[in-house]
């Protein structure tokens, strides 16, 4: 009987949706169910797996889980369900997230076989890990999946004697300084503060509504132009990267010149870290 490999992502961007899909490439003789937790409707629902199924499960970053970690894991359950942790960051450190999805995993049922932190390009600036994943990074992530496919599927082995890495920056001391004091408080993600969310929307807008479909709290509204509810948006940028007219963009003047920052820190090429 074929195995089936769910890939469930929250993915506001499309970086973590194209690395669960890569390593899935690799994973021979599967049927292939993907879970996109952007859905409300789907982090509703209460989804049940069992010890011959796998899960690949992808979040994006900033030192914790990103977005809505408490609804999309809350959503699953396992039953000795093998998991493979996907977070990607945008080249820069994926901090704690690796470390609290395995523990927030495993509390539901799930045993992690394998994980890895990847890039993707930055939700704010197409100038920070470009077009990432590249054709690199899809063909270490194929391998990845294979890798997966070998010692799951084939091996029958669900052990994982990783250590998994915390990564801190490497971006100046404040940096690392921000990031003790954001893992130190409880639960496992984050979202945008109010005072760095404020999106502004461009004379290029057609009103399509793609940004108002696609939003994964609802905070935004298509009512004589598109209107944004600053106490409802986590800050994930799903409408500035889904927008066909590129225009709806973040510009709080916090966030502008911390994505400055991130530009002139970031410029060195990070590679995928594996554990399997
Ligand atoms: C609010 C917010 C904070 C972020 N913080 C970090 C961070 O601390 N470090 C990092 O490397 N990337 C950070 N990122 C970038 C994303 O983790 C990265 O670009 C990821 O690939 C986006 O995934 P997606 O395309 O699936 O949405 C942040 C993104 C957002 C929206």
């Excluded at 690395?19 to 049927?31: E, F, L, P, Q, Y």
């Excluded at 709080?252 to 010149?257: D, F």
């Amino acid at each position: 009987m074929n195995k089936r490999v769910y890939l469930i992502y929250f993915s506001p961007g499309g970086t973590t949706k194209r690395t669960v899909r890569n390593i899935s490439k690799g994973i021979g003789n599967a049927d292939i169910i993907e879970i996109d937790m952007l859905k409300r409707e789907n982090r509703e629902k209460n989804y049940h797996f069992t010890e011959n199924d796998l899960v690949i499960l992808g979040m994006m970053t900033a030192t914790k889980l990103f977005g809505l970690p408490k609804e999309v894991i809350g959503a699953l359950n396992g039953n000795k369900t093998p998991f493979v942790g996907v977070v990607t960051c945008g080249n820069g450190y994926y901090g704690k997230s690796l470390v609290i999805m395995q523990k927030a995993m495993e509390k539901r049922g799930f045993k992690m076989v394998a994980a890895g932190g990847f890039i993707g390009q930055y939700s704010f600036s197409d100038k920070v890990a470009t077009n990432r994943p590249d054709e690199k990074d899809e063909a270490i992530q194929v391998r990845f999946g294979e890798d997966i496919y070998r010692k799951v599927c084939i091996d029958n082995n669900i052990k994982f004697n990783q250590k998994l890495k915390i990564d801190w920056p490497n971006e100046g001391g404040f940096s690392t300084f921000k990031c003790a004091l954001i893992s130190a408080f409880p639960g496992p993600g984050l979202s945008l503060p109010k005072s760095w969310n404020e999106l502004a929307v461009s004379d290029n807008c057609i009103e399509c509504g793609k940004c108002v479909k696609i939003c994964p709290v609802g905070a935004l509204s298509l009512n004589n132009g598109i209107k944004q509810d600053r106490n409802k948006c986590i800050g994930c940028q799903a409408c500035n990267r889904n927008c066909p007219k590129d225009a709806i963009k973040p510009v709080s003047p916090k966030l502008i010149k911390s994505v400055e920052n991130v530009i002139k820190y970031r410029d060195k090429r990070k590679e995928p870290e594996l554990f399997i």
